[in-house]
């Protein structure tokens, strides 16, 4: 039997209050261009705002603060921005924090990792290499954070839906990407704390589309072999996870690495920042089934920005300058 | 001799109310990790978030302004970022905007004029080729609007910096970029209104150091032949903005093409913005001569976000996908 969560909607508004002087009140942006595009009005959840650059700092803040005082450290296996962002949370409460990095990952999310004071340890890039490498860790003492599989980290992540709900009075969905699935149950449940909850929505690569197979089989698939640019979705998505998606979300869409390069591009040039393959993932769901989005209100988030600054500069720096 | 600019720092304040309901009041946007970087506390004035894409659309708004009921319409030449400003503000008042946009400009921002209603004729990549194409819509009856050198679009320019000197108390510098020396000139009048004057300090490329040869040799040198990514800066500064810079700006810093990058890099990477090279090149200055700004709040000025985002991409697209 897959473990279920027990995580109630209520629990997302108390992680919500919990962590409100840990983690920033990310911004909204809105451009008229896209709506025009999408023939819908858009609200983007700027997480890549957040602090260390993504959502990931809400879960693993609620995470790190129900830990005793005399917890001697915290040990998680990710490709970056789950590393980072309990690198950081850990630190607060000065506490070590040793992150398992695949070998391959994005070198400015290993970078952001070492930033905010976390210990990085390589392992082989397979679900079993970070695993036995987290055993490890665990084995001398330190306390897991997962990044995703876990109910205090599924409740931190919501808090983002909680806060986008707020700022923007009546949305009719809100649109999420899915990796691990923190961010999208946790949305889930945040929604349904709404008096009109908006229906939730989970996008992920073709190249990684377990959770919309898993959804399709009736249970959580074990062939998984990712392979998309978007990064931070490669993992496979969390049993308590699956479980809350199932119940909650209205449906998970699949997109194209061409269709993230496009809402990538979309939202560098109109909204004027870098959201990462990954945050781009939610608006790649709206480009790719647009009828579904026509004349509503639509909350997007956009997870995260950190990603490899020095590959996009090799291609900038091979515009031929000219004169003016 | 030189025409001298009529504009005092009133004129700046006057050109504010003026354009208020037509422009954002765009956000400040810091960073612990450049502060750290620069020893300096820097805050960052986001014009990239300016409607249109650049501050180009504040002296673009004000001249526009200005004009008569019965204007037949207006026209420039451009690079891309007024050219984009004042088709916005001249449909803003229903009046057509015809803008010379020289061969080989960035895609995107010759897309952006067009998206604003502006109607682009393209011309040779010289100064004279600009102004013959310009001349010749002119003598067609349309009001000139130029880039740079006029003081209604100097104090429209200004208005930027005195919105930052509101959001941020006691700056004790402010750094512009400068190619034609609109927002610089201008930042350099607004910045006078003070009780205590922030210091101006301008940014040029190397590659395009007409502004600091000019200010050595005590005249507007002739000889310009710019040589720089910074695509916005490649104009030859204006008399009038000459004159204002000579008077009000303590010094004007040169950059490489290496530190232009660095900065850029470096507002993708901390600040998540999408900053055009052009709109780095103040954060460069900084680069290249830290310990002028060490120990003191610095506003840096963002001045633009347009670039060729294909370009960009086409950098991140090959980078490998792997496994998580």
């Not at 279920?4 to 009140?25: Q, T, W, Y």
């Not at 923190?182 to 949305?187: D, N, Q």
């Amino acid at each position: 039997m897959p473990v279920e969560s027990l995580l109630k909607p209520e629990d997302i508004l108390r992680a919500r209050e919990r962590i409100r002087p840990m983690v920033l009140e990310t911004p909204v942006m809105t451009s008229d261009v896209l709506d025009e595009l999408t023939g819908a009005s858009l609200f983007f959840k700027c997480e890549h705002l957040q602090r260390t650059g993504s959502f990931k700092l809400r879960g693993a803040s609620h995470a790190v603060s129900l830990l005793a005082d005399d917890c001697p450290g915290v040990a998680t296996h990710s490709s970056g921005n789950h590393g980072a962002a309990l690198a950081s949370a850990a630190s607060r409460r000065g506490f070590r924090a040793e992150v398992v990095v695949p070998e391959g990952a994005v070198a400015d999310k290993v970078d952001n990792i070492r930033r905010h004071g976390g210990r990085v340890h390589f392992c082989e890039p397979t679900q079993a290499g970070r695993e036995a490498a987290l055993a490890q860790l665990v084995e001398a003492g330190l306390e897991p954070v997962p990044p995703y599989d876990d109910d205090r980290i599924i409740a931190g992540q919501g808090s983002a839906a909680l806060e986008l709900m707020e700022q923007v009075a009546d949305l009719d969905c809100i649109v999420a990407p899915v990796g691990g699935g923190g961010l999208l149950a946790g949305t889930a449940l945040a929604a349904l704390t709404a008096g009109r909850p908006p229906e939730v929505i989970g996008v992920e690569p073709a190249g990684a589309d377990d959770t919309a197979r898993s959804l399709a089989a009736g249970r959580r698939v074990d062939d998984h072999h990712p392979d998309t640019i978007a990064d931070g979705l490669r993992a496979l998505v969390g049993e308590r996870n699956l479980g809350l998606i199932r119940r909650h979300v209205a449906t998970v869409l699949t997109v194209s690495e061409a269709q993230i390069l496009t809402a990538m591009e979309l939202i560098w040039a109109r909204l004027k920042q870098t959201a990462e393959p990954s945050g781009a993932v939610a608006l790649a769901g709206m480009l790719a089934d647009p009828g579904r989005f026509s004349g509503r209100r639509v909350g997007v988030m956009i997870s995260g920005g950190n990603l490899d600054v020095a590959a996009r500069l090799a291609g900038l720096a091979g515009t031929p300058s000219r004169p003016a």
